[in-house]
């Protein structure tokens, strides 16, 4: 029965998808080197490991949002969830190297993304927690289906650069902000009101006016 390990080499993002990708390198070897895999459905769950990094005081301004005051990291800092992430691998013996498509979102409604947006260098701690099914040929040459393993799993630190130029290639110099219908309303018939031509104008005004109450 085959034994599948997984590394991850590296990852890149992929120019002109219908939305944001993240192509990771993704190398499977099993143990059995002469036994022939017909095919792997391949799933992962893709979580953050935060706590195995170290943060700049800019960068802990920016997470505050997340983790809360820096003082209570020790207990706020734990694994997040990513996202989910699946493949069919073709078939190969011995060893075989295929791209593992990550779709990426930048709502900033999303834990993730806030978190992506905070880093500014360094790399992103990632786990790779792989499930799925082998179909393989056995040595009377019946094809037969067998589980991965629950405890596979792969290590990849993501290098944070990456994973901006991804955003900036789809969405350059933009942002997503999802607000409630009834909000956008009151700011769309503000906007009417006043004669704003864009949505950039409408913001910096009530952001200018939000400034100077608040100063001193």
Known sequence: MPDLNFQVESAEPVSFAAAPLLAFKLRLTNTSADEAIHTVVLRAQIQLDVARRHYSAQEQRRLLDLFGDPERWSKTLRNMLWTHANVVVPAFTGQTLVDFPVPCTFDFNVAATKYFHGLKEGELPLIFLFSG??????????????????????KFRLPVRTWHELMESYYPNNAWLSIRKDVFDRLYQYKVRCGIPTWEQTFERLLTGVEETAQP
């Not at 393989?136 to 589980?147: E, I, M």
């Open 133 to 154: 099914t082998v179909f393989y040929q056995d040595h009377y040459g019946s094809l037969q289906a067998a589980p991965i393993s629950w405890e596979k799993e792969a």
